[in-house]
């Protein structure tokens, strides 16, 4: 359940997060611009696992703030922010391999900047960065596994610990299916996706 | 008058591709557009679309400036919201028609009547069913761009500028990316607009094309209107030593 909990904060949170920040990359202000490619860069040049102990121990090392109830908290900023900023890199390649054509005749045929996005680019993009999106999707579900770095009691640190009480093998196996059913639900749910927008090319 | 441009410039960088033109079109006049690649034929259509901007002289529309050049030497537009009055007094065809692959046929057509100049959809659709009865394609209406050949896209295209109502209707090369059977097709639909009198500019390659259909030609390199007039002049007996190199081109 911590799991899947995680799994669906991180979607809602970055997924749009991206977008933003895949906007913001493209902004007229330079500082903005330069802001927001470091924050890509340090965000896919570090681990994730480094990421989340950094937001988690950060606010008392750095601070010395003492944040009750830290724990969830810092894991979901941790994760929300390292996706949004790989999300981001997939929507700037969407976005930018809409051929400057179909801004122009929206242009032409008097669209407003937001309509055009909105109704002509986003729909098209949508459907180009689909596979791309669920390759990071399925990278996510395992990803969830990091939160045991945290002592965050999902899947993957339960059974370790269950596995240590019991000295017994299983409970990793019983964790590397509950991963794969997950992905392959993923799967089924993204090709549904997919499909539903083949009504064109 | 319905638009005029006086003392057009535009330069990319150091590259200067319109010096100094001036013309006008008159309601109900379609005039083509002829000369070699790089020429300027092509920027002066998007600076008339408002897809570039002029670096200097004026745009008049129906009489009223879009953008005039103020008294330090530099362009100047009307502001963003009146703009959008300018727009709507043109229409631009591309050359790669530039259809939105999502939307089916008719959306194409009526999306942009509907949400831009807010007709009603019943009557945003009943005028894209007439117009694609014009350009031959009704029964296309729901199918998408993919689906459907270069020839029939473009009518699509020249029907989508068309819903939009504009005052006059630019072509930029419309048949450049077509096979000689299709740009057919879509210079009959093109012909069958001149004589209704649409008021349009035609930037082409096909020379019997604006020899018959236009009532005025432009001969444009290096950025200026080498020479210009009634077709059979300019095609037929040319005066500018250029133009008839260019034309000799043709004639083989």
Redesign the interface.
């Known amino acids: 359940m911590k799991t899947l909990l995680i799994f669906i904060l991180t979607l809602i949170g970055s997924l749009p997060l991206g977008m933003i920040v895949a906007l913001l990359r493209k902004s007229r202000f330079a500082p903005v611009r330069g802001f927001i490619s470091g924050y890509i860069s340090i965000m896919r040049g570090t681990p994730l696992m480094l990421q989340l102990l950094v937001w988690y121990f950060g606010p008392y090392y750095l601070f010395g703030l003492n944040i009750g109830n830290w724990r969830f908290p810092a894991l979901i900023i941790g994760f929300v922010l390292n996706y949004a900023a790989y999300f981001a890199e997939i929507y700037r390649g969407g976005i930018e391999s809409i051929?400057v054509?179909?801004y122009?005749?929206a242009?032409?045929?008097?669209?407003t900047k937001t309509?055009t996005f909105m109704?002509?680019i986003l729909?098209?993009v949508i459907?180009i960065i689909m596979p791309s999106v669920t390759n990071e999707v399925i990278t996510l579900v395992k990803d969830t596994s990091l939160a045991f770095t945290l002592a965050y009691q999902e899947v993957f640190s339960l059974s370790k610990q269950i596995s240590a009480s019991q000295t017994s093998f299983m409970p990793f196996v019983i964790a590397g299916v509950f991963y794969f059913v997950a992905n392959y639900i993923v799967e089924i749910i993204m090709k549904r996706v997919e499909k539903s927008m083949d009504?064109?090319? | 008058m319905i638009l005029e441009m006086n003392n057009i410039e535009k330069h990319f960088g150091e590259l200067e591709v319109l010096k100094d033109i001036s013309f006008g079109v008159d309601s109900g006049e379609v005039i083509s557009i002829i000369g070699p690649s790089g020429s300027g034929k092509s920027t002066l259509l998007r600076c008339a679309?408002?897809?570039e901007t002029i670096d200097g002289g004026e745009i008049i529309y129906m009489g009223e400036k879009a953008a005039h050049t103020d008294e330090n030497g530099n362009a100047v537009y009307v502001p963003h919201q009146e703009m959008?009055k300018f727009?709507?007094y043109?229409?631009?065809v591309?050359q790669?028609f530039?259809?939105?692959?999502?939307y089916s046929i008719l959306k194409n057509i009526t999306?942009?009547p509907i949400?831009?100049?807010h007709v009603s959809q019943e009557e945003a659709e009943a005028n894209a069913m007439e117009l694609l009865g014009k350009m031959g394609i009704a029964d296309k209406a729901n199918a998408?761009?993919?689906q459907l050949s270069g020839g029939q896209q473009q009518r699509v295209a020249i029907a989508?500028?068309l819903a939009?109502k504009p005052e006059i209707l630019f072509f930029d090369e419309p048949t450049s990316a077509l096979d000689p059977e299709l740009t057919g097709e879509v210079l009959k639909v093109i012909r069958q607009l001149a004589e209704e009198k649409m008021t349009m500019v035609v930037v082409t390659h096909e020379m019997p094309f604006a020899k018959a259909v236009s009532n005025r030609v432009l001969f444009m390199d290096g950025g200026v209107i080498v020479e210009q007039g009634d077709p059979r002049d300019v095609f037929d007996n040319p005066q500018e030593e250029r133009t008839k190199q260019f034309l000799r081109v043709f004639e083989r």
């Open positions: 051929p054509g179909q122009e005749a242009e032409v045929l008097g669209y309509q109704k002509i729909p098209q459907k009504y064109y090319k | 679309t408002f897809l959008r727009r709507r043109c229409g631009l591309f790669q530039n259809l939105f692959p999502h999306d942009a949400h831009v100049q998408y761009p993919y989508r500028a939009m």
